[in-house]
């Protein structure tokens, strides 16, 4: 996945700077467009493998290309940035249909091995863990639909030019608000159940039981 630089800070100043030099709207857009579809061949290139976040990308980059070429409006390109999240908020959405929804799978990259086996045993057993997880998957979900919402009225209506950092900057804002109310919705479980939605956490640590359930003997 693109770097945080990479996604939203180059962009964003090659746009403008291509903007001072006196490009067009829509080449400022597409050309600005270009470095994190660089970032996501090199990534696939080095793992040899193509993620789906940056197929979505190179995607939807070539399509409003083309589109906007053939229309000359440089809304097409900006309506690329509100289909991003767009799709990642429907595919965040739809895990909660999925054996394990997003958040416990995004909790996956943060666990040890042994961590990550206790995660799934509590999943199985414990029902306030599985609907917290599934709680903040829903939110992370809905913020994303959020953002693609705001970004498609501002990409018909607001002048191009303010667009691109009226947009980084609220995509950016909705995902420091999620990061919030996800450790403090998280922290609020540990305090009230001893354990860790996210992080390192293992059976050797003392799992508490989950309750209504029997103590294991081999733990004794």
Known sequence: ??????????????????????VAQ???????????????????VRHRRARFFDLLVVVLLLVSAVTSL???DPRVLLLKDAALPAVL??????????ARPFAFQFGRQLRSATADESAERRWRRDPEFRRALRSLTLLWGAAELLDAALSVVEA???PVDVVPVIGR????????????ATVRRSRRFRERHGVPLF????EATGEPPVPG????????
């Open 1 to 22: 996945m693109p770097t945080l630089g990479v996604a939203v800070a180059l962009p964003l100043a090659l746009y403008y700077v291509l903007r001072w030099q006196g």
């Open 26 to 44: 829509w080449q400022a857009l597409l050309l600005s467009s270009v470095p994190p579809v660089i970032q996501a061949v090199v990534e696939a």
């Open 70 to 72: 053939i229309s000359g």
């Open 89 to 98: 908020g429907l595919w965040i959405a739809g895990t909660l249909l999925a």
């Open 156 to 158: 018909v209506s607001l």
């Open 169 to 180: 900057s609220q995509s950016l804002g909705i995902l420091a608000l999620v990061v919030i």
């Open 199 to 202: 992080g390192l956490t293992a």
């Open 213 to 220: 359930t029997a103590p294991d003997p081999s733990r004794s």
